[in-house]
């Protein structure tokens, strides 16, 4: 039974994962590049619900759409200002802008509201479950979470798979040049990518913060690191694959918390990515791409 | 052999160790004439070990054109191997022995880890290499501030739990305490040690750079498939590049313990790592002289300017950025070309004029 609760636990904080995974595997597949500043968005995210919903005492669910609409303006202002300038630039120089992205939310993070980790009060309002005559308690936090990621991921898909715009991301993440000849906005588009994935962000950022309710400026840095091994895990530019990476880090994370090592937890989930990328580089579900000369 | 007629990059490599001599004799001539604050004082050694972790961090990233997040990781491995053989041996073996002893040991065991890391990593590319990197440095980060290491009369034991559970003897002695570190180190490190260590780094990298290994090694940064075309052996060259970043990283890394008394593995985390890769942008990446400046540079500023302390790394990001824009957007790289070329037409155009005059 301990176990299950082990699981249960590990699968809502792999949907967490998922949720921020989707952002990364998004924005890898279209604009090809690793956008590091993607864990300081969820942050700035959850400060945005903490203040509304803790300090003003607004509805949770009126908290969470601000903190979605804030990260989205947040995250296309980013891909503005730093990335699209460099849109064709050699790729370490994305990856280090991004880095300088990911330090500078930290940075206004840390001047705006100080490093004092404040304690999150939960948006969740359900009322924990109890099973197997109260040997199993699943918490409302651990339901919501896990309910949304599915919600969320199915509306994806559908979106991606069914609209015309959900087909020019795919089209772009396939050839951009080609794209933009058939007429495709590759501007807007990418633009599109990064305010979903932001969005998202703000969701799953609401999401950790209800179930690990501590928020500092430094908050979304590890979650979005993991979040990032998950989606190479599951094959990076893989909707289903970011899921599936999710949850099982999540369980790995969790599993390995409870039964080797708090202190190596982390330490375990990052040998995963290692192993990953050196059995199977493009991970669970990623298609190979060679490189033409 | 005058300085006029001397190969380019040699004149360009003495200019580098005349820096960093002036620096010594300038610092030296301080601190006899009593010129100099405690504070900045205290600043001399880590100035070294960051310069010698720049310099070898820009191989990797300028060099060779991989993005290596995990520098810290290796300054780590080096910092506690090697303070490992100073605490065991500085008692009974002369000083100067013991100290060589352990910064032989620190760069061994980082450039072994170097090699460990090397051979998976490297064959992958860009991003991946970076985050795999990146995860390095935290499995070392939480994998030493998990180890208790000591030993006694029956022989070394380790645990990852507690030190209780090393089930050491009564007479044992604990080495590492977990996230504790190693506590009650006698200080050894001195700023003339640090300027040695430097110049042995810049001696070593810069050689490389200009051998024919350095030429391989930019081939594979400018163009790997073409580098790869003409017989470049593409892993073995970049491994190289990778094992000697490393031991450097480890040999500062044991330059930097031994100027405290304790060695604890937090100080050696993702934003060390940053850090250090601000210093590489800043200097210019693939120019070991610039890594020399900035480093030392950046690490004093932030002394001197006080009242500045709580922006320094706000600025330090939005320099990273700004940075990149300004040398590697397309268009903005192309409108400064335009610039530039419109300041040698014109000069042309004046040459003209007054050779027709």
Known sequence: MQFLTYLINGISLGSVYALIALGYTMVYGIAKMLNFAHGDVIMIGSYVVFFAFGSFGLNPIVSVLLSMVVCTILGITIERVAYRPLRGAPSLAVLITAIGVSYLLQQVAQLLWKSDPKSFKSVVGLQPVSMFGGQLVISGETIVTIAACIVIMIALTLFINHTSTGHAMLAVSED??????????????????????????AVAGALLCSSYPTLQPTTGAMPGIKAFVAAVFGGIGSIPGAFIGGILLGVIENLSKAYISTQLSDAIVFMVLIVVLLVKPTGLLGKKINVKV | MSLKTMKKSTRSNLITFGIVIAFYLIVSLMSVMGMMTSSFAGQLVPICAYVVLAVSLNLTVGILGELSLGHAGFMSVGAFAGTLVYTLTFENTPLPVSILLSFLVGGAVAGIFGLLIGIPVLRLQGDYLAIVTLAFGEIIKNFMNALYLGYDSTGVHFSLKD?????????????INGAMGITGIKKASTFTMGIILILLTLVVILNLVNSRAGRAITAIRDNEIAA???????TNYKLMAFIVSAVFAGMAGVLYALNFSSLVAKKFDYNTSILILVFVVLGGMGNIRGSVIAAALLTVLPELLRSMKDYRMLIYAIVLIVMMIFNQSPQIVSWRKKITAGFKAKRAAKKEKKEAA
Not at chain 1, 178 to 196: D, E, H, K, P, R
């Open chain 1, 176 to 201: 951009r040049g080609a794209a933009q000849l058939m007429g495709v906005n590759v501007n807007a588009t990418i633009s599109l990518t990064f305010a979903i994935g932001s969005a998202l962000a």
């Open chain 2, 163 to 175: 030190s209780a559970s090393m089930g050491l003897a009564p007479d044992g002695v604990v080495l």
């Open chain 2, 228 to 234: 790869q075309s003409v017989g470049i052996n593409i």
